[in-house]
């Protein structure tokens, strides 16, 4: 059996995609910004605020711009220099993470 699925069908749910993508961003940095303002405050729940923050914003960052690389759009020249600034950004604050819980830092 063949199925056929429209294109504004596709597109919703594309869209649908991106949203929660942007959410699950949205979300991670919220929870990224309260372990590293709370890290010290609340003890052993700002170091895993600040994990679990850090994978929920790189994975809604990564399934966001996975999502707009396969549609047709053409993408303002800025997204993608604040999306690889924001890898960076994060992989600086997970070297400072690790080496403040060894001692380095």
């Not at 910004?33 to 600040?50: R, S």
Request: glycine fraction near 12%; charge should be neutral.
């Amino acid at each position: 059996m063949v199925s056929i699925v429209s294109t504004t069908a596709l597109s919703s749910r594309s869209n649908r995609r991106k949203r929660a993508a942007e959410l699950t961003s949205g979300v991670g940095a919220l929870v990224l910004g309260i372990g590293i303002v709370f890290v010290d405050p609340l003890a052993g729940f700002g170091g895993w605020a600040l994990v679990i923050g850090a994978l929920v914003h790189g994975w809604g960052m990564y399934d966001k711009h996975r999502i707009e690389q396969d549609s047709a759009a053409e993408d303002p020249w800025w997204s993608a220099l604040f999306y690889w600034l924001c890898w960076v950004l994060l992989a600086v604050g997970a070297l400072a993470f690790v080496g403040r819980l060894v001692g380095l830092v």
